[in-house]
Structures are given as C-alpha cells and as structure tokens.
C-alpha cells in the first residue's frame, strides 16, 4: 500500500541553525501538505502546495519556513533559523485530485524536530 | 479562532463498550469530516471520513454521526477493544482541504 515517508524520524538541533525535512509524498498525489504537532497538543496546519506554489499558509509559517519541491518525489519544509519553539513534531501530507477517495489526506509518520 | 471543538478531552471504557466522542464546528464552508487515529510517536492515520450530504457512516465498528443544522458530528466505536486505545482527531476540511483539528480524545479501553 503507498504511503508518505518522511526523514529523518528525529532531528535535534542547536537554536539558530537551519534545517530541513524531509517528505517522500504518495506518487501520484497532487496536493501537500506540512502540518506541525507540539507535544501533546492538536495538529497546526502550516502550510499547502500544489501546482509548485504554496495554496495557502497559517500565521505559524512565516518568513523562516519555506517549501519546495525540489524533483518529481521530494517536498521539502525548510526552517531558516530554528526557535526553541520550532520544537514539534513535523508531519507531511499528501492527497490526489477530488473524487471518491481524492479528499483523504494521507499522513507520514513524522519528524520529531528537538531545538536546544 | 477555535474552528472545530472536541470532547471530551478523555474517556475510559470497558472492552466492549461504546466510545463516543463529539465534535462542533463554526465555518460552515466546511464540507469534508475525517476522523483520524493517532497511536503515540506516530503519525495520524485515517480511520472514517464523512460528507454533509449523508446523515451517518459506518465502517465496521466505527460509525460516523453528522448533523449539519447544529454543525456537529459525532465518533462512535462499538465493542470497543484494548487495540483501539489511542487518541482520537476529528478534523475538518474546505475548498483546499487543509484541516483544521480538534484538540483530541484519549481513549483507553480496559480490559
């Protein structure tokens, strides 16, 4: 069965440095997504791609995210300058077109990204 | 903005009970409803999803309850199993289909 994979499972980095996530999609899904997860509390939507550009962004993405989709496979979160607050778990999301199934959004299993 | 409340916030049953967890909303272009299961250091896995123009969805021993007039709905799980402890997010969706989540149910069913 496909699934979203994501790496690394965990990151730990020191404030200020930058990093990037990393998500292998479903193949032929068309929309992406990154939503973060601090611990214990709900999913936070961040941030939807499609067609290459971003369809919509919350208040949480700002200037030090960025995404990109860099081939065919990879989609990419970048966080320019990590805060102590980045500390989440980052989650990755993919959906094809509209139709029977198409509204499913299919998660991977996340990065635990840890800033000291 | 609290888009889509949840309760309650946890709930313990006996193998073989009923768990039932609510759910309200406030946007009303939403019309998409999934209901996701998240076992701990994992990610959300879709279990049930549900569209306002059916009053009720069943998948095994997950039912899906949606009452658009009082923008609620509703997770029931039947026979509930030691299997099925997890938390528990109902979401919901519109145009673009980014969720927003409720805050979560803890299940835990004792055997």
């Known amino acids: 069965e496909p699934e979203v994979t994501q790496t690394p499972s965990h990151q730990v980095t020191q404030m200020g440095q930058e990093v990037i996530l990393r998500c292998v999609p479903i193949?032929?899904?068309?929309?992406f997504y990154w939503y973060r997860q601090i611990l214990g509390q709900k999913v936070e939507f961040l941030v939807s791609?499609?067609?290459?550009?971003?369809?919509?962004k919350s208040e949480i993405f700002d200037d030090q995210f960025s995404v990109e989709r860099p081939d065919g496979s990879n989609f990419t979160l970048k966080i320019r300058s990590t805060k102590l607050e980045d500390s989440a778990m980052y989650f990755c999301?993919?959906?094809?077109?509209?139709?029977?199934?198409?509204?499913?959004?299919?998660f991977g299993p996340g990065t635990r990204l840890t800033v000291l | 903005q609290q888009q889509v409340k949840q309760s309650p916030q946890s709930l313990i049953v006996q193998k073989g009970g009923i768990s039932i967890i609510n759910c309200a909303y406030e946007?009303?272009?939403?019309?998409?409803f999934p209901w996701y299961q998240q076992f701990p250091g994992k990610g959300p896995a879709l279990l049930i999803a549900i569209r306002p123009d059916v009053s009720e969805k069943k998948e095994g021993r997950f039912t899906i309850s949606f009452n658009k007039s009082a923008k609620q709905f509703s997770l029931h799980i039947m026979d509930s199993q030691p299997g099925d402890s997890a938390t528990y997010f109902c979401a919901a969706g519109a145009n673009d289909y980014k969720l927003s989540f409720g805050a979560g149910t803890t299940v835990t069913v004792r055997a």
């Open positions: 999301a993919s959906r094809g077109v509209p139709g029977l199934a198409g509204y499913e959004q299919f």
């Open positions: 946007n009303t272009a939403f019309d998409y």
């Open positions: 791609f499609y067609n290459n550009e971003i369809s919509e």
């Open positions: 193949s032929n899904h068309l929309y």
